[in-house]
């Protein structure tokens, strides 16, 4: 039974998003592909985050906060919602972030990010101040955002942070309702995962129907799959529904590392753009969409496939920094 207790929601998207078939994709393949739009939420440049923001919004003017502190890379797509929204609220955002931070004991990505232009151009438009610092393990940049809100508060600043690419209950309830938009019958759900709601929230609300849900993982770090358990349970305790217990999360796919392209995801943004017209971002989606198409090829999956466009397609303007 699901828990009365439900989160406000602060509208941002243009929702219901599109759901439609990729007749080209589908031709070639042999199967019959669909994909949802969520770069066309019509907030900020579109993207999935925007449907997380839309919960969490609520709670920023509930505790009457003056700033918002985040965290995440250069490119973020959850800054630049993030940003967006609270500019919306006249709210301060600002966010410690770094070009390429990794985790310790995985090897460094050698090829440069897209740091420059792109999201980082629209953090500028937003308004939202960026502290940038040197590129290190993730649990440093936590610590400095963490650092970032108590020096704040020292001053006086009414202060409320907010997780990394806001991987939370919130944002995992904001994609288990996201899973009613669909009204037609998949058997198998593609979507890039790094910090986990997006997954966790989709893998929730098709529990026990007949479509598999998969994630492709943008991130190397196992860890992220206990992670995708945790935000389920968290959500679970919170507001009632599924509590997962497993979930199919594919870590073959994530190239060079998080935050930068792979061979295999520049290929797919390509072929997307020439044979449908759709534009995939270089760190999430092309990523999830290479898998996906590797996946059929190997006839892994088959029958009628939903890709979950995660957005980012600011991405595509950044460029190394120089």
């Not at 393990?137 to 006086?156: I, K, S, Y």
């Not at 806001?166 to 995962?193: K, M, P, T």
């Not at 305790?237 to 190239?255: A, H, I, K, N, S």
């Not at 759709?278 to 996946?295: C, H, N, R, T």
Request: glycine letters at 10%; charged letters at 20%; proline letters at 6%.
């Amino acid at each position: 039974m699901t828990n009365a207790n439900q989160p406000s929601r602060f509208p941002l998207c243009i929702l219901p998003t599109p759901c439609h078939r990729l007749p080209r994709v589908s031709e070639d393949w042999g199967v019959d592909v669909w994909i949802k739009r969520d770069d066309l939420t019509g907030f900020a440049g579109g993207g999935n985050k925007g449907r997380k923001l839309e919960v969490l919004l609520p709670q920023v003017l509930a505790q009457d906060a003056k700033v918002v502190v985040t965290c995440g890379s250069s490119s973020s797509n959850f800054v630049r919602q993030l940003g967006a929204a609270c500019s919306l609220i006249g709210v301060r955002c600002e966010a410690i972030v770094m070009d390429l931070p990794f985790e310790p004991g995985y090897p460094k990505p050698q090829i440069p990010p897209l740091a420059s232009g792109g999201n980082e151009t629209l953090n500028e438009l937003f308004g939202t101040v960026i502290h940038r610092i040197p590129d290190g393990p993730w649990e440093t940049l936590f610590d400095e955002a963490t650092n970032r809100a108590a020096l704040l508060r020292e001053h006086g600043e009414q202060v409320v942070e907010v997780k990394i690419g806001g991987s939370s209950a919130e944002g995992v309830f904001a994609f288990r309702q996201a899973a009613e938009e669909i009204s037609q019958s998949f058997d198998h759900l593609v979507v890039s995962s790094s910090s986990g709601s997006t997954l966790s929230g989709l893998a929730s609300g098709f529990h026990g129907s007949t479509t598999h849900v998969i994630g492709i993982s943008a991130d190397p770090e196992e860890e992220n799959y206990d992670d995708v358990l945790r935000l389920s349970r968290e959500c679970a305790e919170r507001f009632g529904g599924t509590r997962l217990t497993e979930v199919d999360l594919r870590y073959e796919y994530v190239g060079p590392g998080y935050g930068v392209a792979s061979e295999e995801g520049v290929l797919a943004a390509e072929y997307l753009a020439r044979r449908e017209g759709i534009i995939l971002d270089p760190v999430y989606s092309a990523k999830a969409f290479a898998g996906m198409q590797d996946l059929v090829t190997r006839k892994e999956i088959k029958g009628r496939i939903l890709f979950w466009h995660t957005g980012g397609v600011p991405s595509v303007f950044g460029r190394p920094r120089t």
